[in-house]
């Protein structure tokens, strides 16, 4: 499901146009991308979480040329689904 799947579901589903219901996704995924840069947790209950965690420097192989290199640490957003989700 692409993100034009997911308009036609949530206008379908909700009694909304295609302009409303794509206006409130782009809405939500916003707020979730704002949070998520302000290193805030965002729990959706029933859905999932996501959460923003920090990854150690570590060393790793440069395939090519077998030589090790040093991978910076950095943040990845991780999400956690939820125990009912997708039963």
Do not use: Y
Not at 28 to 38: D, F, K, R, T
Not at 57 to 73: D, L, S, W, Y
């Amino acid at each position: 499901m692409n993100k034009t799947d997911l308009v036609n579901e949530i206008a379908a589903k909700a009694s909304l146009n295609k302009v409303d219901a794509k206006k409130a996704l782009d809405a939500v995924l916003e707020s979730i991308g704002q949070a998520l840069a302000n290193d805030d947790k965002v729990q959706l209950i029933g859905f999932g979480t996501f959460a923003v965690v920090e990854k150690p420097e570590r060393t790793g192989i440069n395939p090519q040329t077998k030589e090790k290199i040093t991978i910076a640490a950095r943040k990845v957003v991780k999400f956690k689904p939820a125990d009912t989700l997708g039963k």
